[in-house]
């Protein structure tokens, strides 16, 4: 049996070296791409401003430089991805101050030892890349033109290792304009330098949560049962959505007084906040019920399950559609604890988008 168990903890040793190692090829791989792409949009560009290249001849420039490159080196110097590889080093050309190469070779005579064909690491290690994302990001990256939306997406793309289909899903559910929506010109500008900051309550909120993964389509009859299920079995997905700090505490979490029980839908902990974070679930339109029962819920872990060094607990109603009046009468002026917030099952066009956020924050 001793030698069972060794040779398990043996193949998990050799088995996570392999996993580092690919992982770190794979990191090698992206930033080398990252970079030769961002001197490639240099060279592009210094020849078309010293030869002072008109637009249209700067086109055709493009075309016959993509059929030598490729006749050469195959695919993925098409016209388009040359164009592509041309903004990415207009819109981050500051991020370097010199020619990529230039400076990896002046690191390279410094600091190189030569042991035959083999180079030093070192190198690598003194040399600071200034992109930590793969090109894959950068391609969707350098469609934003909003300076400060895209720093926020790339931020929280390095911070949260979203992998490019989690980018693109948050690009697509608007996730920077339903952050913006509840903070001032300042917190707006600290979304764009430092990502999203989680300091009180509000922060942790968007204007809405678009829960497409659960496929639970318009048409289709469903309980609120069902809505809990379907979060239940995409739970990752749902975290996702939720945003940062969020930690699954369980479902139907029961608790009984007066000989009555009561059972919170879905409970979370959130480790910025420090605090429980409850969701009851309506798949109709918000009532003044459903407030008042969560703050019965907020009340009984205030009371009962929350530790002294533990902020007050928050409360959120996720709703088909919200009810701003019966919310506004219902809860006490200051209220930073009890929220109810829409849900969508797609993802709404700009149009709708726009037409929600406007109804959200009437002028």
């Not at 993964?213 to 979060?231: M, Q």
Request: proline share 2%.
């Amino acid at each position: 049996m001793a030698k069972i168990v060794s040779s398990r903890l043996l193949f998990l040793s050799i088995k996570e070296v392999i996993q580092q190692a690919q992982k770190h090829v794979v990191q090698n791989v992206n930033s080398t791409m990252v970079l030769t792409y961002f001197e490639i949009g240099r060279m592009i560009i210094d020849y078309e401003q010293n030869g002072k290249i008109r637009a249209d001849y700067a086109k055709e420039t493009l075309k016959i430089l993509s059929d030598k490159l490729t006749n050469q080196f195959g695919k993925g110097y098409s016209i388009d991805n040359l164009s592509r590889i041309r903004k990415f080093y207009l819109i981050y050309n500051n991020r370097i101050s010199e020619s990529v190469i230039r400076k990896f070779e002046n690191a390279s005579k410094k600091d190189l030892k030569i042991r035959g064909n083999q180079k030093s690491e070192s190198v690598i290690r003194k040399f600071k890349n200034p992109f930590s994302l793969s090109w894959t990001h950068y391609f969707l990256l350098i469609k934003i033109d909003d300076e400060d939306e895209r720093n926020f997406y790339e931020i929280e793309s390095i911070q949260n290792s979203w992998s490019v289909r989690e980018l693109q899903r948050q690009l697509n559910s608007a996730l920077y304009q339903r952050l913006t929506k509840s903070r001032d010109k300042k917190g707006v500008k600290e979304l764009a330098k430092k990502g999203q900051l989680i300091e009180k309550p509000s922060d942790a909120l968007k204007s809405h949560y678009v829960l497409e993964f659960l496929n639970l389509k318009e048409a289709d009859h469903y309980t609120e049962s069902d809505f809990e299920s379907a979060i239940i079995d995409r739970l990752e997905e749902f975290m996702l959505e939720l945003g940062k700090g969020f930690l699954y505490e369980g479902r139907q979490k029961r608790f009984t007084f007066d000989g009555d029980s009561f059972y919170v839908d879905l409970v979370f902990y959130n480790r910025f906040l420090k605090c429980f974070v409850l969701f009851d679930l309506k798949i109709g339109k918000l009532t003044h019920q459903d407030i008042g029962q969560m703050q019965m819920y907020v009340n009984f872990f205030d009371c009962q399950i929350k530790m002294p060094d533990e902020n007050k607990t928050i409360g959120i109603v996720l709703c088909k559609e919200e009810n701003k009046t019966v919310v506004e009468f219902t809860l006490p002026e200051g209220n930073s604890q009890i929220f109810a917030k829409e849900f969508k099952q797609f993802f709404p066009s700009k149009a709708e988008f726009k037409k929600h956020l406007l109804l959200a924050n009437p002028q």
